[in-house]
Nanobody, 120 residues
Framework: QLQLVESGGGLVQPGGSLRLSCAAS????????IGWFRQAPGKGREGVSC????????NYADSVKGRFTISRDNAKNTVYLQMNSLKPEDTAVYYC?????????????WGQGTQVTVSS
């Protein structure tokens, strides 16, 4: 059974950091690119970052460039999103998704999401 489980969310003050994890099981993790997406209250889903199957290629939304870093450990079937210099506008539910296609949303497998709240 394919499963993606996000963790690491929480409440953090502006300027703080969090590291999200996306743990995968039930499929050949090495064959899938992984993306992080987020959805804020009242807004549509937004692509945040994605990483290729090998980890050699990464992509970031302009809003997070220079602050977020995506990485993966294929030996642990896990992808990470290091989030630094967090802003209130980063508040959202963050989802990871596995896809054969790099940085694609359609036909992806999704996790249940983890809440990130940036507030003083």
């Amino acid at each position: 059974q394919l499963q993606l489980v996000e963790s690491g969310g929480g409440l953090v003050q502006p300027g703080g950091s969090l590291r999200l994890s996306c743990a995968a099981s039930g499929f050949n993790f090495d064959y899938y690119a992984i993306g992080w997406f987020r959805q804020a209250p009242g807004k549509g889903r937004e692509g945040v970052s994605c990483i290729s199957r090998s980890g050699s290629s990464t992509n970031y939304a302009d809003s997070v460039k220079g602050r977020f870093t995506i990485s993966r450990d294929n030996a642990k079937n896990t992808v990470y999103l290091q989030m630094n210099s967090l802003k209130p506008e980063d508040t959202a539910v963050y989802y990871c998704a596995a896809n054969r296609l790099y940085c694609a949303e359609s036909n992806a497998y999704w996790g249940q999401g983890t809440q990130v709240t940036v507030s003083s």
